[in-house]
């Protein structure tokens, strides 16, 4: 199978196109050739080698966390799927790879994709559905009638967790830039600051939650417009002890919990929580949003795709910061 490999880590690397065997799958796997893969911030670092503590992947590897395609072949004790099936998946931790034509998947991180979606649209959503999932659902149990901050809401989890907050009925505030305003006011948002001309933290008060995927002073910043007992979900960092226990790597618990001393401070200080999340794969729940899509809760926001060929261009797109949404590769 082709897929794109990672030879070496680092801020200048690039990826190589290069052939593989085709993937092997357990009794639990399912094989699916992959029709499309979004491209995230996530695949960026991962090259660059800033998650090489938690994510100690041995070059080469095959990189992408996304994908949507067909399932070719399942393994003698898979129930769920079947050849033929259009699915969409987050692939576990240790078993990236989705720029690739093929991938072998556990049957658990896989669900049917939506029926009304392209494989590009479908492709674009695992990683950033399950991220907005996990944080406004599973940690902060949000509630109608809630306010909720969620930074950055033209990017790729912002667009998704909008819409999601406001499906959960949830007041929703977002920061973005001036060009992004009125767009992401259409996704459904209560309040949006333009932070290139206000201060989010001289408007907002009393905020239950906050949702940052950005980190350092605009985390800091945001932990002074929570309420007494309000929750701040980090996705940029810095990682928290509670991450190593979900790694299954007790030992790294100090070294996280150093990390993230100075903000889990300030909230103890302003009587306020802070949790770092790294969204992990789950099948279950991913089915769950895709019946929020197929209800018309949430759809996918694409900014541009490109060609399986130009998987290069995708992440330097990414990594330029200018997507509104998701980029997406497809694979013929």
Known sequence: MRAFLVDKYGKDSTLREGKLPDPEIGDRDVLVRIL?????????KILAGEFTLFLPYKPPFVLGNDLAGVVERVGPRVQKFAPGDEVYARPDTKRIGTFAELIAIDEGDLALKPAGLTMAEAASLPLVALTAWQALVEKANLRPGQKVLIHAGSGGVGTIAIQLAKHLGAYVATTTSTPNVDWVRDLGADLVVDYRKDDFAQLLRDVDVVLDPLGGENLDKSLRVLRPGGLAIGIAGPPDPAFARQLGTPLLAPVMALLSRKVRRAA????????????RANGDQLQEITALVDAGAIH????????????????DYVDSGRAKGKVVVTIP
């Open 300 to 315: 996918p926001v694409v900014d541009r795709i490109f060609a399986f060929d130009d998987t290069d261009a995708a992440l």
């Open 36 to 44: 499309a893969a979004g491209v995230n911030p996530l695949d960026t």
């Open 268 to 279: 103890r200080k302003r009587r306020v929580r802070y949790s770092f999340l790294f969204m």
